[in-house]
């Protein structure tokens, strides 16, 4: 069985409708609502919003200190206190483009298989078409983070992080820490 229908049926059988709580966009426990984003995301919520990069998404935090280097990988959804900044009341404010992570949540697919969440939204009725649209979804978000992985490892193996500076790599190249 390919990938698709498989996720599909593991979707169906989970059961899953979203309540819109809310409750996945606040930190329940240490780092659990952090967005990891890409460039591509970033820039959709760019022009949806009018906000800037710096105003979207800031460096992910656990930053690795080795020597002199110290750096971090990638970007998250900026936070304001335990919630998301595009969290309003118990609705997303950037819902039509929402990060991956967001579309497809309590999903996660990798390496290891497939992984479900918890999540109240969970046991539901699953609505017609539903299950494949996840599953496209997760698939998108799989082939996207490899694609990212694997620009980033290139970077690190290329041996350039520069030393005496925190800086953050992602798929585009080494950027300068702000955060
Ligand atoms: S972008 Fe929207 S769905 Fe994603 S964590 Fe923020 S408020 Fe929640």
């Not at 979707?11 to 426990?29: D, K, M, V």
């Not at 009341?89 to 967001?102: A, L, N």
């Not at 939204?121 to 496209?136: L, M, R």
Request: with cysteine.
């Amino acid at each position: 069985m390919s990938l698709l229908p498989f996720l599909a049926d593991r979707i169906r059988e989970a059961g899953f409708s979203c309540l819109r709580c809310g409750s996945c966009c606040r930190e329940t426990e240490p780092g659990s609502n952090l967005v990891m984003v890409g460039h591509e995301e970033i820039s959709d919520i760019m022009e949806h919003t009018g906000l800037s990069f710096g105003e979207i998404a800031e460096p992910y935090p656990d930053r690795i200190l080795e020597g002199d280097l110290d750096y971090t990988f990638g970007w998250v959804l900026r936070r304001t206190g335990d919630r998301c900044r595009f969290l309003d009341e118990s609705s997303c404010q950037i819902y039509p483009v929402r990060p991956w992570i967001c579309r497809t949540y309590p999903f996660v697919f990798d390496e290891n298989g497939l992984t479900i969440h918890p999540c109240e939204g969970t046991g539901q009725n699953v609505g017609s078409g539903d299950a494949e649209k996840i599953a496209q979804d997760i698939c998108r978000r799989y082939a996207y983070e490899q694609e990212q992985d694997e620009k980033i490892r290139a970077i690190v193996r290329s041996g350039t992080i520069p030393a005496g500076r925190p800086v953050v790599i992602d798929a585009e190249g080494i950027k300068d820490y702000h955060g």
